[in-house]
């Protein structure tokens, strides 16, 4: 079941704050945070794998809620190198194999 | 740490002609390594999933005969398109898991297929 994010687009000033959502109608097994940029390859960001589990690397942090339904990814004080498409991607374990389901993606645009 | 390869970067190939995409894991052993298809300003699809030594495991509607995978050691998958269609140019991404870290994935650089 793919997640739903929110909002689909964002732009921001250089240095300004913004938050994006992932959710879903059940517990999830994992939530993991991409960046991808124009004909790039998505860059991994983090994983959250606890209820309550929260964490950052610099200006960019993410928190998993409790009941594992939502995620959120908090980027502070955004840099321009910030722009990009950010997906979700929820875990979920197919047979033996431990798969991701991206949702839509959010662009996130930084302007001067 | 964690860099996975993709090549070719892009291909241009004809209708009725076969593509093949291989995917490596340069630093780590891949256990496990997945397919996806993107369409521009889509999200990315999960094709299938290649577990070394055995067969792939297919998303529903993805036909197994058409997008033939292959995962021959534990840093080299290959993804094969056979009698390939306009319908069939997308970015093509693979990405490997790790057996350190279980659940991260690591995406390779893509590949770039135009079907004419």
């Known amino acids: 079941q793919q997640p739903v994010q929110s909002p689909q687009a964002v732009i921001l000033r250089e240095g300004e704050d913004a938050v994006i959502n992932c959710s879903s109608s059940?517990?999830?097994?994992?939530v993991h945070w991409y960046r991808q940029k124009h004909g790039e390859a998505p860059v991994f960001l983090m994983i959250?794998?606890?209820?309550?589990e929260q964490k950052g690397h610099e200006k960019i942090s993410a928190s998993f809620n409790e009941k594992k339904q939502q995620s959120s990814l908090y980027l502070t004080a955004s840099q321009l190198s910030y722009s990009g498409t950010y997906f979700c991607?929820?875990?979920?374990?197919?047979?033996?194999?431990?798969?991701?389901?991206f949702g839509k993606g959010t662009l996130l645009t930084v302007n001067p | 740490g964690a860099v996975v390869s993709q090549h070719p970067s892009w291909v241009i190939c004809k209708s009725g002609t076969s593509v093949k995409i291989e995917c490596r894991s340069l630093?780590?052993?891949?256990?496990?390594m997945f397919w996806y298809r993107q369409f521009p300003k889509q999200s990315l699809m999960l094709m299938a999933t290649?577990?070394?030594?055995?067969?792939?495991?297919?998303e529903q509607g993805v036909e197994k005969d058409k997008f033939l995978i292959n995962h021959a050691s534990l840093t080299l998958s290959t993804l094969t398109v056979t009698s390939a269609h306009p319908e069939d140019s997308s970015f093509y991404i693979c990405?490997?898991?790790?057996?350190?870290?279980?659940?991260?994935?690591?995406f390779g650089p893509g590949t770039r297929l135009t079907v004419t």
């Open positions: 990405s490997a898991n790790s057996q350190r870290i279980d659940y991260e994935q690591y």
């Open positions: 059940k517990a999830l097994y994992s």
């Open positions: 959250l794998l606890k209820g309550g």
């Open positions: 991607g929820t875990g979920s374990r197919g047979g033996s194999n431990y798969k991701l389901t």
């Open positions: 630093d780590f052993q891949a256990t496990t």
């Open positions: 290649s577990n070394e030594g055995s067969k792939a495991t297919y």
